[in-house]
Nanobody
Framework: VQLQASGGGLVQAGGSLRLSCRASTRTFSRYTMGWFRQAPGKEREFVAAYKWNDGSTHYADSVKGRFTISRDNARNTVYLQMNNLKPGDTAVYYC???????????????????WGQGTLVTVSS
């Protein structure tokens, strides 16, 4: 599975961006999709995920209420709508996919089999 992330850019604090991640698989609907981010000098961290089998969504506490993950299976695409962005959201954002994650593992990047190339989000104060 190849993943292509896009939509990053420079935005002022309080602004919004929507990231997209398109997958090259005919069975996209059977993949749990996740978003992770890595800020300069920091470890990669979980942002959000959308489980394929029960439709549940999961968020890091730091983005809950501001970010929304969604998916369009007809377009093989997962989205991350980011509102009320803060300078602390500045990072490279990566999408990831896996077909067999349980809810207890959905926040662990090491459990995802496929990764996109990342898209840079910069939030200015």
């Amino acid at each position: 599975v190849q993943l292509q992330a896009s939509g990053g850019g420079l935005v002022q604090a309080g602004g919004s961006l929507r990231l997209s991640c398109r997958a090259s698989t005919r069975t996209f609907s059977r993949y749990t999709m996740g978003w992770f981010r890595q800020a300069p000098g920091k470890e990669r961290e979980f942002v959000a995920a959308y489980k394929w089998n029960d439709g549940s969504t999961h968020y890091a506490d730091s983005v809950k209420g501001r970010f929304t993950i969604s998916r369009d299976n007809a377009r093989n695409t997962v989205y991350l709508q980011m509102n009320n962005l803060k300078p602390g959201d500045t990072a490279v954002y990566y999408c990831a996919a896996d077909s067999s994650l349980t809810s207890s593992r959905i926040r662990y990047g090491s459990d995802y089999d496929f990764w996109g190339q990342g898209t840079l989000v910069t939030v200015s104060s």
